[in-house]
Each structure stands twice: as structure tokens, then as C-alpha cells.
């Protein structure tokens, strides 16, 4: 039981630092001025989903889970 709570510690760790820096590594949600004239609606704002940006916010809440699943695992066997 030693060996398995020591490789779920690591990848829990794993899991925290990844889950920071793709955090960081996201825009902020404000659209700014661009907003007013309507710049917001390019090709880039109407695929989202396909862009960088929607695959930084899809692997934010994979590892969001994750780091919810280590947690309440390990917290189940500090009993």
C-alpha cells in the first residue's frame, strides 16, 4: 500500500503543477475594446473550440477532475 500511495503523491503533484501553469497559460476572458466594434466575431472567436485557447480550457478541466480524483483517493487512504 506504501508503493501505491507514494506513485498517487507523485502524480498528484504532477497533476498540481500541470494544472497551474496550463491555468497560466490561458487568456484572460475580457474581450477589451475589441468588444465595441465587433472585432471579437473572427474566425478565431467563432472556432474557439478548435483554437489553442479551447484546448487549454479542455485540458484544464481533464486535469481539474484528475486533481479532484487524486485527492479524495489519497484523503480515502490517510483513514
Do not use: H, P
Request: glycine share 10%.
Amino acid at each position: 500500500m506504501g508503493v501505491l500511495r507514494v506513485i498517487l503523491t507523485v502524480l498528484f503533484i504532477l497533476d498540481c503543477i500541470a494544472l497551474v501553469i496550463v491555468v497560466l497559460m490561458q487568456e484572460g476572458k475580457a474581450a477589451g475594446l475589441g468588444a465595441i466594434s465587433g472585432a471579437a466575431e473572427t474566425y478565431w472567436g467563432k472556432n474557439r473550440g478548435r483554437s489553442m485557447e479551447g484546448m487549454l480550457v479542455k485540458l484544464t478541466k481533464v486535469l481539474a477532475v484528475a486533481f479532484i480524483l487524486f485527492a479524495v483517493v489519497l484523503n480515502l487512504n490517510a483513514f
